[in-house]
């Protein structure tokens, strides 16, 4: 993936902690819907409260498009990504991803909790990834140095 300042990133470089991982293209007005109406309150909410953090990852081919829109599909304050065209083809196929946009919960090791996260407003939404951040597993306390 690339990062704003153009530098090549895996996703394990990113992930050590909960993660939400926020699929968007930057020509889709539910995607940007989502994000603002969904994603991002529950972000400022919940992810100093409960120890997680949300990525917003694009699917466009075109990086001046995404610097572009970054304001209206995700926010500076957060890690944004680009996935290059052939990550991006690896990724639907294996996860079998239909359409976007699209929000994966990740532990902090990286592994997929859930492939989707539901709910048909945000007070659903919010009860339902709660569920599922009850399942994940948070990064081990560091011991103190002897």
């Not at 992930?15 to 939400?20: H, K």
């Not at 930057?26 to 400022?44: E, G, V």
């Amino acid at each position: 993936m690339e990062t704003l300042a153009g530098d090549t990133v895996m996703l394990a470089d990113v992930v050590d902690q909960p993660t939400l991982l926020y699929f968007y293209f930057s020509t889709c007005t539910h995607s940007a819907n989502y994000f603002k109406r969904y994603l991002w309150p529950l972000y400022q909410e919940l992810a100093d409260k409960e120890g997680f953090q949300l990525v917003g990852i694009s699917a466009d081919s075109d990086p001046d498009l995404w610097q572009s829109a970054l304001t209206d599909y995700s926010s500076p304050e957060l890690t944004n990504l680009r996935m290059t065209e052939d990550a991006l083809d690896s990724w639907i196929d294996t996860y079998e991803i239909v359409g976007f946009p699209r929000a994966f919960l990740l532990d902090s090791d990286g592994t997929i909790r859930a492939f989707k996260i539901g709910g048909s407003d945000y007070p659903q939404l919010k009860e339902k990834f709660l569920e599922l951040l009850g399942t994940v597993s948070f990064p081990s306390p560091k011991t103190a140095s002897r």
